[in-house]
């Protein structure tokens, strides 16, 4: 009696581990991972205290981590050396060293030169079908080089956001590009402010990618300027990896 007694506690306890939420701060690594020296920007540039509930959620009962990459040109890889490159695909990897535990899957799902109304329009097939529990939705750049109207802008996000929201889907929000050279012909800030605004109104995760990268061009750390081709490229392909870095690292503060 007492050895079956001992064998019944014994598979209760390994069935317990089995179906038990896990504990993801104690799954992580205590200290965040490095960055390498070019990506680094000041702490508070990724203190977003938004919650991932849906993705919170979906690690806790399901060990693993899908997410769609939504948005335009730079999205799709623009400039990078191939899809490899692409943030979304250095996201994966670095999420992969982060969450060890899991299975992270991220789709890439950028198309080149679209705008927020746009990417609305394949929503259903290009996110909903996912199934992800995460979207990571890049816009305003698109916006900034046409003129749009900033409120266009502001009713789409929300639009998406909602929908996102109503299927059970985080939304985090990545603001525009920044260039030096683009900057000084193109006012990017109204958009980047119109992001940050729906961000604050539905309480979502921002990333925010415009003043990430003014840093990284304010302190020199990269450049095109007279670059051949391939060495233009291998410049995009770490600006990306440094972008799927911060990313990942934002996306795991954000997990509770």
């Known amino acids: 009696m007492i050895t079956y007694c001992r064998a019944r506690a014994m598979a209760a306890a390994v069935l317990a581990t089995l179906i038990m939420p896990l504990p993801l701060l104690a799954q992580t ?3 965040p991972i490095p960055l390498p020296t070019l990506c680094q920007v ?12 849906n993705s919170t959620r979906q690690l806790r009962t399901e060990r693993r981590l899908k997410i769609v990459a939504l948005g335009s040109s730079s999205t799709l890889g623009m400039g990078a050396s191939g899809p490899d490159a692409a943030y979304p695909a250095r996201l994966e990897a670095a999420l992969k060293a982060h969450l060890p535990f899991a299975a992270i899957q991220v789709v890439n799902k950028g198309m080149s030169r679209q705008s927020a109304r746009q990417m609305l329009d394949r929503l259903t ?4 079908s996912e ?27 929300l639009t998406g956001v909602d929908k996102m929201g109503e299927a059970g889907i985080d939304v985090l929000l990545m603001d525009t590009q920044y260039s030096r050279s683009t900057a000084r012909i193109i006012n990017f800030q109204p958009y980047v402010d119109a992001i940050g605004q729906v961000a604050g109104m539905r309480d979502l995760v921002l990333f925010p990618r415009y003043l990430v990268m003014r840093t990284w061009v304010d302190e020199d750390r990269f450049s ?19 972008l799927g870095r911060l990313l990942a690292r934002t996306i795991a503060k954000a997990l509770k």
Do not use: N
Not at 224 to 242: G, V
């Open 42 to 53: 000041p702490d508070e540039f990724l203190a977003d205290s938004s919650p991932l509930a």
């Open 125 to 128: 097939s290009d996110v909903l």
């Open 224 to 242: 095109f300027t007279d670059k051949p081709t391939a060495e233009a490229r291998k410049i995009a392909d770490q600006i990306y990896d440094c």
């Open 131 to 157: 199934r992800p529990a995460l979207v990571v939705w890049e816009t305003g750049t698109a916006e900034a080089v046409r003129g749009a109207e900033v409120d266009d802008l502001v009713s789409a996000l």
């Open 29 to 31: 690594p205590r200290q």
